[in-house]
């Protein structure tokens, strides 16, 4: 539900969504350009984004998304109707790390982390924090008219959440992104908040204590 700021003006809310489980990413395999779809367990969990969203009384949002279809899917399941897609809003470009798990690339990389390194061939984390820059100005626009919902995946959110708050980049490793969870970003026309973090449909717990090791349930 939107509010009013002091001054009077609208003040329209963001909502970060990551995408549900993959084959990918419940075996902790970084995901970037691979169009991988949504195992059935990540379907369910998508589809419990219902009631969250619900809750929070969106009325006629910009919806965007990733244009890969673990991210449609998703909106899709979650009861969303994208307005557009766009490259922008894509996951991490991993380079030759796609597909790889972080034990697999420490391997020949031992303190490889994709905040320090970003992905060989692919994205730094100068250009990640570059693209959410410019990610940022088109969604502060938005925002200017209504709430504004983002469909994406796991770096990509944490990479924003960290430059909403005007931090570098790497500040995203201290951010969580559970499969098809949600965070809830505001803007009052003169600073950048993040309002809550971690919302779900289902229980987390369900997730976190499914036995996959902690390297697995951070990965994208």
Do not use: C
Not at 3 to 13: D, E, K, P, T
Not at 16 to 24: C, D, F, N, S, V
Not at 109 to 116: F, G, L, Q
Not at 143 to 152: A, C, E, K, P, Q
């Amino acid at each position: 539900m939107s509010g009013v700021s002091a001054s009077g003006s609208a003040i329209h809310r963001l909502i970060l969504i990551r995408h549900g489980e993959t084959e990918w990413s419940k075996v902790g395999k970084h995901t970037g350009a691979s169009d991988i779809g949504l195992t059935e367990l990540g379907e369910q969990q998508a589809t419990s984004l219902r009631e969250p969203l619900g809750e929070l009384l969106l009325t006629d949002p910009l919806v965007l998304s990733s244009p890969r279809r673990r991210a449609m899917h998703t909106a899709e399941l979650a009861g969303l109707t994208i307005t557009r897609t766009g490259e922008e809003f894509a996951e991490w470009d991993y380079g030759t790390y796609e597909g790889l798990t972080t034990p697999e690339i420490r391997e020949s990389d031992p303190s490889w982390t994709v905040w320090s390194e970003g992905g060989p061939g692919g994205e730094s984390p100068q250009q990640m924090s570059d693209r959410m820059d410019r990610v940022i100005d088109e969604l502060l626009d938005s925002l200017l008219i209504r709430s504004v919902v983002v469909i994406g995946h796991g770096h990509f959110s944490r990479s924003l959440l960290a430059r909403w708050i005007d931090a570098p980049v790497k500040w995203g490793a201290h951010f969580a992104m559970l499969p098809a969870s949600l965070a809830v970003l505001g803007f009052n026309g003169e600073t950048r908040q993040i309002q809550s973090l971690g919302i779900t449909g289902y229980r987390s717990a369900d997730y976190v204590d499914a036995g996959r090791p902690a390297h697995v349930r951070t990965a994208t």
